[in-house]
């Protein structure tokens, strides 16, 4: 309905970020149906990639970052105006690559953001080169010899870096999908969504997922547990054929980034009028 924008739609068929989009579309709606948060409180930034049209095609506030900044972007806008609920929609290349001191720092200060990680595991506008999460022996446009590198795991970093809430989902896991979007947009603080997003045409790995995949909430995953956190993300590697834990990982409560700042800011507003009143004595 309103929330779909007119621009035209540039991704190839099949391509994974669709799910994202509209799963984001039934989530923002129903968001703002359960929660009561106008859909003018969502402000969507975008990375660069093939992930980043996805904030043309929602029709709520919008932001395009440069490549690798869609972090600080959204950092700045959530302390800034803490009423908003900002989401930051990144790729692989651009947030593991490019932007990575952006995302730890994000974690680690526990921005009040939720970043969308589209991890296709390949640069797709670019035609295709290897990503940090590429696995190893990846042949791609720029190592056709197949990468003798291996691959970063986002969850176990995002982890050590102090996110307050960390999960994996699938494009080819609607529901589960929709429900992580949800939660990670209603938590307070830093909320860090991996996805392993079909890139159709440079790299798709739907047999592989759809045979490796299952849901952390069947075997009763504690969610307040760092140990068990850490332990669930290492059960995949990114690279072997071993299960692949979905769904939420890790939630834990913090202070947030920029609320000492409005603290900091009330007592300086409190500390200028009572010089003010002291001096008007004098007169
Ligand atoms: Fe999607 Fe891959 Fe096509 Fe980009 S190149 S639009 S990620 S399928
Ligand atoms: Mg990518």
């Not at 986002?154 to 307050?164: D, F, I, N, R």
């Not at 900091?264 to 007169?283: C, I, N, Q």
């Amino acid at each position: 309905g309103d929330l779909i924008s007119p621009a035209e739609n540039t991704w190839c068929p099949g391509c994974g970020n669709f799910s994202i989009e509209h799963m984001m579309k039934s989530a923002l709606a129903e968001l703002s149906e359960s929660e009561g948060i106008g859909l003018e409180k969502f402000v969507l930034v975008g990375g660069i990639g093939c992930h980043g049209k996805l904030v043309d095609y929602l029709n709520v506030n919008s932001y395009y970052a440069i490549h690798g900044r869609a972090i600080p972007l959204a950092t700045g806008i959530a302390v800034a105006n803490p009423d908003l609920r900002v989401i930051c929609f990144v790729g692989d290349g651009d947030t593991y690559a490019e932007g990575l001191g952006h995302l730890i720092f994000a974690a680690k200060r526990n921005a009040d953001i939720t970043v969308i990680v589209h991890d296709n595991r390949v640069y797709g506008l670019t035609t295709g080169q290897y990503t940090p999460t590429s696995p190893y022996g990846f042949k791609g446009r720029s190592t056709p010899g197949g990468i003798t590198e291996r691959p970063i795991n986002p969850l176990e970093l995002m982890l050590v870096s102090g996110a307050t809430f960390i999960s994996r989902g699938y494009t080819k896991r609607l529901k589960p999908l929709k429900e992580t979007f949800k939660e990670a947009i209603l938590h307070k603080g830093f909320s860090f969504v991996e996805i392993l997003q079909i890139c159709a045409t440079y790299f798709n790995r739907t047999d592989c997922y759809n045979e490796q995949v299952y849901a952390v909430a069947d075997e009763g995953l504690g969610t307040a547990s760092f140990d068990q956190a850490l332990a669930k993300s290492r059960e995949w590697d990114y690279t072997s054929k071993t299960r692949i834990p979905l769904g939420t990982f890790y939630r834990r409560e913090m202070p947030v980034f920029g609320e000492k700042f409005q603290e900091f800011s009330r007592r300086e507003k409190r500390r200028e009028e009572a010089v003010r009143d002291l001096l008007e004595g004098y007169r």
